[in-house]
């Protein structure tokens, strides 16, 4: 066997949603995502006359692209007949945040109504994550190190984040 060519890096990661609206909203407004562009109806219309017929089909290309810093997009791509699943622990995104950001994250999300389970520990001492699931049931973590607050120890209770 050949050696493979390097892949340089990835280049986005996709996520179903059942809402666009309301995966701007949680992604923009509520995790502070960065909207790279919007794929909605009047856009993609706009852009691809042409593919016009499969704006309502249930594997829609409409989406949003955002970003959370220097990190590869994410493209939330509308799902039709998509509803909220069940949130499992795999997959999920990951994303780390500074150490004194956790709490405020996990203020913000209680505020906003959103069940988390955390904050817990599964790596080394000062590691600690959050999990949450977004209105489309993506799982979701945040990640940090050198956390001093109180944490469990173990994997994620994901059944607690349903919405």
């Given amino acids: 066997m050949s050696t493979a060519p390097p892949i340089g890096s990835f ?7 059942h809402d666009l609206g309301a995966a701007e909203a949680f992604y ?5 995502a960065t909207l790279v562009h919007k794929f909605d109806r009047e856009t993609f219309l706009r852009l691809r006359p042409d593919r016009a017929h499969e704006v309502d089909a249930d594997n829609s290309p409409l ?6 810093g220097d990190t590869p997009e994410v493209h939330l791509f509308l799902q039709r007949n998509r509803r909220a699943r069940v949130p499992v622990p795999h997959p999920h995104l990951a994303m780390n945040v500074d150490v004194e950001s956790l709490d405020v994250f996990v203020a ?3 505020r906003a109504g959103v069940p988390i389970d955390g904050p817990r520990r599964l790596g080394p001492p000062g590691q600690a994550s959050v999990y949450f699931a977004d209105p489309s049931g993506n799982t979701l973590e945040l990640t940090t190190m050198d956390y001093a607050g109180e944490v469990s120890d173990g994997p ?3 059944s607690t984040l349903g919405w």
């Fill in 63 to 68: 989406h949003l692209s955002i970003t959370f």
């Fill in 156 to 158: 994620p209770d994901v």
């Fill in 108 to 110: 913000r999300l209680q």
């Fill in 28 to 32: 923009v407004d509520l995790l502070g």
């Fill in 11 to 17: 280049s986005h990661i996709t996520l179903p949603v």
